[in-house]
């Protein structure tokens, strides 16, 4: 069985910036409590690109970080929360705006664990032979989904992309883990589709087609899965902590990766952290922090960085990956 190298990285946000000061004149809130309750000082808004815009920009900088072309790539797959629309997918319309003519193409909805679930859907393609291929990118614009009312939320998220180019290799993602829990968690994190009343009923609908969260449980879970992905995909792969030169996890709170460093004794300095300057951007905060981490030259050949994502679905999980580029 083949391997699963990373071959590129790109990443793309928009360029409006939106500190936490200019949010405190649309909702009560202010910067002291987003910055000591969340990190986060600022986020990027989008001004009317739309997630497959984001989404094409970022997969055009991992191609030419990798050296193919769009031509090149067998299989794209978009991991958001936040699609451009029902149908087409907006993996279809990326396809389309890079010319990606040879691409199967499809959508995957893990939340903010999107990105780990379509990395590891990519690589088992590569790894099976069926494709030799893939361009795997965490694309949204929440902010169109979002509740500018409440501040429990719309303080917290962003807009933004980032990609992975992946090629058949000989070493790579050395383990991958996926969970969900629909049972006990689908209702903590959510957003209804947008449903129009139909000519046969009575009533018009009450959907909430907007995020809405319960912060608290949320926050529980994600310091309990984000342990556990830890443990999982070092087990797997009989390594240990000590084995791991980074670790780039989910941002959504730097409360929560505090927790987790200091409960599996890790220090702070091995994650990546930039959640201050974008926020929760959801399925698109590992890749944007791994083209952060690319492009800044802290990836050696032979790092083993092991990527955590967690969110709503429930969803969580993780994959361990030795740096080849
Ligand atoms: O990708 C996964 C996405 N989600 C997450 O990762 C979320 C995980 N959860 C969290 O990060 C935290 O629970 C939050 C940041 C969402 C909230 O922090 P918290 O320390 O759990 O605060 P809280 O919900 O207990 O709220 C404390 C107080 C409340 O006021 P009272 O009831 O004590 O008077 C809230 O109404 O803070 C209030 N509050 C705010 N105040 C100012 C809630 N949001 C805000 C706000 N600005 N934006």
């Known amino acids: 069985m083949k391997n699963v190298e990373i071959i590129g990285t790109g990443s793309c946000v928009p360029e409006r910036i939106v500190t936490n000061d200019e949010?405190?004149?649309?909702?009560?809130?202010s910067d002291e409590w987003i910055s000591t309750r969340?990190?986060?000082?600022?986020?990027?808004?989008s001004l009317g690109e739309n997630t497959s815009d984001l989404a094409a920009k970022a997969a055009l900088e991992a191609l030419k970080d990798s050296k193919l072309e769009a031509k090149d790539i067998e299989l794209i797959i978009v991991a958001?929360?936040?699609?451009?629309s029902y149908v087409p997918s907006t993996a279809c319309i990326v396809q389309g705006l890079i010319g990606a003519s040879n691409a199967a193409c499809f959508d995957i909805s893990a939340a903010c664990t999107g990105f780990i679930f379509a990395l590891n859907t990519a690589a088992q393609y590569i790894k099976t032979g069926v494709y030799k291929t893939a361009l795997v990118i965490g694309a949204e614009v929440l902010s169109k989904i979002m509740d500018w009312k409440?501040?429990?939320?719309?303080?917290?998220f962003g807009d933004g992309a980032g990609a992975a180019v992946l090629r058949a290799g000989e070493e790579g993602i050395m383990n991958t883990y996926m969970a969900s829990d629909g049972i006990n968690g689908r209702e903590f994190l959510r957003c209804f589709a947008a449903q129009n009343k139909n000519p046969f009923m009575l009533e018009s609908l009450d959907v909430?087609?907007?995020i809405t969260m319960n912060g608290k449980e949320v926050f529980r879970f994600a310091v309990k899965v984000m342990v556990d992905s830890i443990e999982k995909v070092l087990e797997a792969a009989q390594s240990n902590i000590e084995d791991i030169d980074y670790i780039i996890p989910h941002q959504a709170?730097?409360?929560?990766?505090?927790?987790?460093?200091?409960?599996?004794?890790?220090?702070m300095s091995k994650f990546f952290i930039n959640l201050n300057k974008y926020g929760n951007t959801s399925g698109a905060t590992i890749p944007i922090a791994l083209d952060e981490m690319n492009k800044q030259g802290l990836l050696k050949r032979g790092n083993k960085v092991i990527f955590i994502g967690f969110g709503g679905g429930l969803t969580w999980?993780?994959?361990?990956?030795?740096?080849?580029i």
């Open 208 to 210: 909430k087609d907007k």
């Open 23 to 29: 949010l405190s004149t649309i909702v009560e809130t």
């Open 38 to 45: 969340t990190g986060i000082s600022e986020r990027r808004i």
């Open 80 to 84: 958001t929360t936040s699609p451009d």
């Open 253 to 267: 709170n730097i409360r929560i990766i505090e927790f987790v460093a200091k409960k599996l004794k890790i220090d």
């Open 317 to 324: 999980g993780s994959v361990l990956v030795k740096w080849t």
């Open 150 to 156: 409440d501040r429990n939320t719309c303080v917290l």
